[in-house]
């Protein structure tokens, strides 16, 4: 009689033991998909594209007006991304739902993330960030996606909701499927795109 009942008693101890350890599993905190290093150095590199591109058009601004910035933007920040995507190891890019050049579509796999960014354009007083890793091993890649979040001047007047005619004129003969302008301040207006693989990150640490 003792060994039925001691039957009984042990499966349900072992019932209860798994069930703790997958409450263990489930309430431990999420390990980093990303380790720190990656995202420091995606930072970095949208900092720089940005930064070489924002003073290019300053300059272009002042020497050869609004119109003119459009057309060096034009050229410019395809040939920074190329520079800089050389130089790091990574892809970077520019990307937005509302673009100016068709080539700066989301990518299929981008759009649920850039959704999650358009939300909410800003956190904590700076431009919001998802990051995440697809596959594992050194097929894997890490995936950066900081928002560009539209703000004041120069912005407005080459992306706003109006444009001086001069302006639009350009922007018209240089991307005829243009749909960056209509942006009030605070809205998504792209993301900065960093693409990393795993084999290429290790090779360069």
């Not at 850039?114 to 354009?121: D, K, M, R, T, V």
């Not at 904590?124 to 001047?153: D, N």
């Not at 007047?157 to 240089?174: E, F, T, Y």
Request: proline share 8%; with cysteine; glycine share 6%.
């Amino acid at each position: 009689m003792s060994m039925n009942f001691a039957m009984p008693v042990a499966i349900v101890l072992m019932v209860l033991a798994g069930a703790s350890a997958t409450a263990a599993q489930t309430l431990a905190p999420p390990q980093p998909a990303v380790d720190s290093e990656v995202i420091a150095r995606s930072d970095a590199l949208a900092d720089r594209f940005q930064q070489r591109l924002q003073t290019a058009l300053r300059a272009a601004i002042a020497e050869q007006g609004l119109p003119g910035a459009v057309s060096v933007c034009s050229t410019l920040a395809p040939a920074i991304a190329t520079e800089e995507s050389a130089a790091s190891g990574a892809r970077i890019s520019r990307i937005a739902a509302r673009n100016r050049n068709p080539a700066a579509r989301v990518p299929r796999d981008v759009r649920k993330h850039y959704a999650a960014l358009a939300a909410q354009p800003v956190e904590a007083g700076k431009p919001a960030v998802r990051v995440w890793r697809s596959s594992s091993g050194r097929s894997a890649r890490i995936t950066y996606l900081r928002a560009i979040p539209m703000m004041g001047q120069p912005c407005l007047s080459c992306h706003g909701p109006d444009i001086d005619p001069a302006v639009a004129a350009r922007i018209a003969k240089l991307y005829p499927k243009d749909k960056a302008t209509g942006f009030w301040p605070g809205e998504l207006r792209g993301a900065m795109l960093v693409r990393w693989d795993a084999a290429s990150l290790a090779d360069r640490k």
